[in-house]
């Protein structure tokens, strides 16, 4: 059995281990990342799309923020869609000055790749069986197996990041975890094209039909979702059944502006929210999505990894650095604090957009004065857009 030693264990090369595995690097902690597929497979998930200033910071803070200040496209703003009309929620003057950074996941994905290549950073790819150990005692280590060899990696600390359904959250005894679920009865079927946005801002809308979001990667590239059922298959979802519906959800100015063209890009994904408490057990962390989910309505799931990473990192520093442990043993409340007001902000914005199967007429009148409400109210609008741009760390 290969056996190596580290400071800290990073468990998963999503974004939540880069950034962590980044900012350690940079302030010269010891790490490694592991994860169970390559750096292809990875890149090949399409996910978030909108950045908080937080995040945009963080990538700053480790060094990878070079091509996203060229290429990321800055917002000063969103539309929200409904009863035929489009309202402007304009967060630079709602938030006195703040804006959001349109920047795919997997961009920002690859640039932390390249960061931790240029910078000598260690990650093993393509490894099974990975499994933390002995973290409730303070020598813990993670064994796996690569190429058919037993491997073992010893440690001061193990981050789990290593996403929803990974090793670090299912690790931990149940009668350790509290867990909180909410599993919305629909799902979000997305499609990437190289076709203009249909226009510069984003546009969330509520309709009869269900939700739609039309969002962009680029001046030229556009990312679209339709909320669809929860049993729908992508296979049954022709591109012209996807336009034409994705049309008839929106106002006709905006439907009869619409471009298309093919789709290179097509995929259903289930909204849920669910949190998994604490974040620390011992000497395992849970970070990003490994502690948490939430439905990509409010476009927070990223960036509560970034704001998780954030605090994780000020811990380690500070006990690597500093000799303090005060930081790190504050980590997972700092850190829930935080994520039960992006689930609040979530759940809140999927409930007011969504279609639900069950609604009443009460409810559909409630979602309808909620709407009305924030388009004319600027005090409403206020609070949307602080959750929107992000809340401060
Ligand atoms: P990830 O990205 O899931 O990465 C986890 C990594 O861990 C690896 N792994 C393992 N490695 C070793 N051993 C094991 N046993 C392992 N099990 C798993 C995996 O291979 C993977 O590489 O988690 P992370 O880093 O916490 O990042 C979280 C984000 O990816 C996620 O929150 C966002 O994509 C959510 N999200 C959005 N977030 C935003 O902030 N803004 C958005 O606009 C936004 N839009 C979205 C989204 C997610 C979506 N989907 C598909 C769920 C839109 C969609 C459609
Ligand atoms: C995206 O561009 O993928 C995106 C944008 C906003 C969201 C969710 C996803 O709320």
């Not at 409904?82 to 349109?102: A, D, E, P």
């Not at 008839?248 to 289930?270: D, Y």
Request: charged share 25%; proline share 4%; glycine share 8%.
């Amino acid at each position: 059995m290969g056996s190596i030693r580290t400071q800290v264990c990073i468990i998963g090369s999503g974004p939540s281990g880069l950034l962590l595995g980044q900012l350690l690097q940079n302030a010269g902690i010891d790490n490694i990342i592991l994860d169970r597929v390559d750096e292809d497979y990875i890149l090949g998930r399409v996910r978030a799309g909108v950045l908080e200033t937080g995040t945009c910071g963080l990538m700053k803070q480790a060094g990878a923020d070079g091509r996203m200040k060229k290429e990321g496209l800055i917002h000063h703003g969103f539309d929200l869609a409904f009863g035929g009309n489009s309202h402007n929620i304009n967060l630079l003057k709602l938030t006195r000055g703040q804006s959001v950074m349109v920047y795919g996941q997997t961009e920002l994905t690859r640039d932390l790749f390249d960061k931790r290549r240029q910078t000598g950073g260690q990650s093993i790819y393509s490894v099974s069986a990975v499994e933390p150990r002995d973290f409730d005692n303070i020598k813990p280590f993670v064994t796996f197996k690569k190429d058919g060899q037993n491997h073992r990696i010893d440690c001061d600390f193990i981050a789990g990041c290593d996403g929803f359904h990974g090793v670090s959250r299912q690790a931990v005894p149940e009668s350790a975890l509290k867990t909180y679920e909410r599993v919305y009865p629909f799902g979000w079927l997305g499609v990437l094209a190289d076709v203009p946005p249909v226009q510069d801002e984003l546009i969330y809308a509520n309709h009869e039909r269900g939700f739609a979001l039309c969002s962009m990667r680029s001046p030229t590239r556009s990312r679209y979702y339709i909320q669809c059922n929860s049993d729908d298959k992508v296979e049954s979802w022709t591109d012209d059944a996807f336009w034409d519906e994705l049309r008839r959800r929106l106002p006709v100015h905006l439907a009869e502006a619409m471009k298309t063209g093919p789709s290179f890009e097509k995929s259903i994904a289930p909204l849920r929210s669910f949190v998994s408490e604490p974040m620390r057990f011992g000497s395992l962390f849970t970070v990003g999505d490994a502690a948490h989910i939430v439905p990509p309505t409010g476009a927070k799931g990223l960036n509560l990894a970034a704001s998780d990473v954030h605090y994780l990192f000020e811990g380690l520093r500070d006990y690597y650095l500093e000799n303090s442990k005060i930081t790190l043993d504050a980590y997972s409340e700092r850190a829930l604090m935080r994520v039960w007001k992006a689930v609040r902000f979530s759940w809140w914005m999927t409930t007011m957009l969504h279609r639900f199967p069950s609604s009443t007429g009460f409810d559909q009148k409630i979602q309808t004065a909620d709407l009305n409400y924030i388009a004319q109210s600027e005090l409403a609008q206020a609070s949307l857009a602080e959750n929107y741009v992000g809340l401060p760390y």
